[in-house]
């Protein structure tokens, strides 16, 4: 799950070079931090035992909710086009399910 955040946080990135500048402070500011958030808090809990790290996994599963309502802001913007957006929402979704299945299997 860390590997598909981490491939989720890239191609956000490379996205983000396509944005208007002016959104550099506002939305893709905020898509950047929700992409990275569900990268960070992964890595955050993973050193600490079941119950701590199955907090992280919630605030990384919140991230991606997130990033995910961001991406139909871009779209309706008209920043990204259908085609990137089901990407990246196909991307996101394994994650979710990834994360809610490790996280289903911690005591």
């Given at each position: 799950m860390w590997k598909l955040?981490?491939?989720i946080t890239n191609d956000v990135s490379d996205m983000l070079?396509?944005?208007p500048k002016h959104e550099r402070y506002d939305l893709s500011s905020q898509i950047m931090r929700c992409s990275v958030s569900m990268l960070s808090n992964i890595a955050e809990g993973?050193?600490?035992i079941d119950k701590p790290f199955s907090?992280?996994?919630?605030?990384?599963?919140g991230s991606s909710f997130e990033l995910g309502t961001q991406l139909l802001v871009?779209?309706?913007?008209?920043?990204?086009n259908n085609e990137l957006l089901k990407k990246l929402?196909?991307?996101i979704e394994e994650f979710q399910r990834m994360t809610m299945g490790f996280?289903?299997?911690l005591s």
């Open positions: 955040g981490l491939e070079l396509d944005f993973s050193p600490r907090h992280f996994l919630d605030i990384s599963l871009a779209k309706h913007r008209q920043y990204i929402e196909d991307k996280q289903n299997g």
